[in-house]
């Protein structure tokens, strides 16, 4: 896939993302591809002052082009993530990387719309639907394998990011960029794999 990545390849995925309601096909190792691209044009910039015009103003349209249609496709994910979130919908074209973090944040929403759905429950469903009581030791023991279970990351903020209900059903945010805060490890992973954050630890 790396050779096939080029300026003009990545302007027409760029029109037909932009073009489409729904995730263009893409390889999966798209984003790998696009990494050997970008670093091997800055090799040659970095050796070759001779390149032509035309050449220098590719490279340098490149990276916008590339943002685009990452943010394109990270648009109709979440999108995506909140119809799957009610509906179980299937998500087609989706790369190892955006099938990772698709699934992290339908599953955070399902379990918020399982949550917000106990808030209407009437007294009696709620009863219902409420576990047997354990013995307190049972649940301290509980507790603590909920917090190993989600652990947290420092994370530096490249992009506003909005606030936010985690799985842990906690608020988070907003967070503007530069600050560095502490989010659960799964949510920092998804903001880390989509540009808006850095790992800070």
């Given amino acids: 896939m790396a050779s096939a990545i ?28 696009v990494v050997s691209y970008l670093n091997r044009y800055q090799r040659i910039s970095a050796r070759d002052s001779m390149r032509s015009f035309t050449d220098l103003k590719e490279i340098e349209n490149t990276v ?13 994910i979440m999108s995506s993530c909140i119809r799957s979130a009610r509906t179980d919908i299937k998500v087609e074209n989706m790369t190892l990387e955006e099938k ?7 599953d955070l929403l399902k379990k918020r719309r399982k ?20 013995p307190v030791d049972k649940k301290e023991d509980k507790m603590c394998e ?3 279970d989600t652990p947290f990351k420092k994370i530096e903020v490249i992009e506003d990011i ?10 988070y945010g907003p967070w503007s960029p530069g600050e560095i805060v502490v989010a659960p490890k799964k949510v920092a992973q998804i903001f880390i794999d989509a540009g808006k954050a850095k790992n800070a630890e």
């Avoid at 300026?7 to 390889?27: C, D, N, P, V």
């Avoid at 916008?64 to 109709?76: A, C, G, M, S, W």
């Fill in 6 to 33: 080029t300026f003009k390849y990545l302007r027409e995925l760029q029109g037909k993302e932009r073009a489409a309601s729904t995730l263009t096909k893409i390889h999966d190792d798209f984003y790998d591809a």
């Fill in 162 to 171: 909005p606030e936010f209900v985690a799985e842990d059903l906690e608020t």
């Fill in 146 to 148: 909920k917090q190993k």
């Fill in 115 to 134: 949550f917000l759905g106990g808030l209407f429950e009437t007294g009696d469903e709620r009863n219902k639907n409420e576990a047997p009581k354990e």
């Fill in 64 to 76: 916008p082009v590339i943002k685009d249609i990452f943010n394109t496709r990270e648009r109709k």
């Fill in 100 to 106: 990772n973090a698709f699934d992290s944040v339908r």
